[in-house]
C-alpha cells in the first residue's frame, strides 16, 4: 500500500528555515518521481520542486530556486525539502507527490511564515 507521510510544518519568522520530510512507504523513492507541491488559502496547488530518481535531478519552480532544496534518502526511503530564507507569501500547505501513472498525495503539512 502506498502512503506518502509529510512532517516538519510550523512556524517560522520571515527570514527563517524550515525542512520537511516525506516518509514514503509500499514503494522505493530511488525509483519514482517525487514532487513537493504546496497551496496557499485561496490559490491553486502549484508545483515547488522535482527530483527524478535514479539520477537525482531536480527542478524547482522560479519562485523558490535559490531558496529551496529538495533530496532524498534512499536508505530513508524519504524525500525532503529544505526552505531557506522563508517569507510570509511561502505560506501554505506543502504536499509530497508520487509522480506516475497513478498519483499518490500525502496529507500535507502546514508552513505559516509570520513575525
Known amino acids: 500500500q502506498v502512503q506518502l507521510v509529510e512532517s516538519g510544518g510550523g512556524l517560522v519568522q520571515p527570514g527563517g528555515s524550515q525542512r520537511l520530510s516525506c516518509v514514503a512507504s509500499?514503494?522505493?523513492?530511488?525509483?519514482?518521481?517525487m514532487s513537493w507541491y504546496r497551496q496557499a488559502p485561496g490559490k491553486e496547488r502549484e508545483l515547488v520542486a522535482r527530483?527524478?530518481?535514479?539520477?537525482?535531478?531536480?527542478n524547482y519552480a522560479d519562485f523558490v530556486k535559490g531558496r529551496f532544496t529538495m533530496s532524498n534518502d534512499n536508505a530513508k526511503n524519504t524525500v525532503y525539502l529544505q526552505m531557506n530564507s522563508l517569507q510570509p507569501e511561502d505560506t501554505a500547505v506543502y504536499y509530497c507527490r508520487r509522480d506516475g501513472p497513478v498519483v499518490y498525495w500525502g496529507q500535507g503539512t502546514q508552513v505559516t511564515v509570520s513575525s
Open positions: 509500499g514503494f522505493p523513492v530511488s525509483r519514482s518521481v
Open positions: 527530483i527524478r530518481t535514479p539520477g537525482g535531478i531536480t
